[in-house]
């Protein structure tokens, strides 16, 4: 059984920990999400999350017997919610976890922020990644946005890598 929490101070280290598990880890350890191939280095850090903890919106966490093995970011915008660091632990991925967090992350766009849309920015090199995503309603908007090489999250393998936007609309 998933328990859903919101994610505070005390949780970032097992934050930090899962979010850069299932989007770089090391050899062998890989999950079906990850983008060690495209990006190397750390995704986040404890500093960042803090940061993303005190602006506007939600770090939405998922727990089973007391171990943290999701997390998910909501960032309420002007006429849209954004969704960001969809995290599975990759022990616990294919089991329905990430489609459950996604799920939720939607649900507290509309119902708390009264939102009608959601957006996400998925890695143009993560093709299985984007499918994903559509199987779940999401649309491409025909918007790319360059990789943000000064944000901290990593650097990629390849230069040209960027970011396509999809948005989905919400049930209220």
């Given amino acids: 059984m998933l328990q859903l929490t919101t994610a505070t101070a005390a949780d970032l280290p097992a934050l930090s920990q899962l979010v850069n598990l299932a989007y770089r880890p090391g050899e062998g350890q890989a ?5 060690s191939a495209l990006i190397r ?5 404890e500093a960042q999350l803090a940061a993303v903890l005190a602006a506007p919106g939600q770090v939405l966490l998922g727990w089973q017997a007391g ?6 970011h909501i960032e309420p915008a002007d006429s849209y919610g954004y969704i960001g660091m969809l995290a599975v632990d990759p022990a616990c991925q294919a089991g329905g976890i990430g489609k459950a967090m996604l799920a939720h992350a939607e649900a507290t766009l ?6 009608l849309r959601a957006r996400m920015s998925v890695l143009a090199g993560r093709p299985e990644l984007r499918a994903y995503y559509l199987r779940r309603g999401y649309q491409p908007t025909g918007e790319r946005q360059p990789y943000p090489l000064g ?10 890598l960027d970011l396509e936007m999809l948005e989905k609309p919400l049930v209220a």
């Fill in 110 to 115: 509309a119902s708390h922020y009264r939102l």
């Fill in 151 to 160: 944000a901290g999250v990593g650097l990629p393998l390849d230069a040209a």
């Fill in 67 to 72: 171990q943290l093995v999701a997390c998910v």
């Fill in 31 to 35: 999950g079906w999400t990850h983008e």
């Fill in 41 to 45: 280095g750390a995704r986040t850090s």
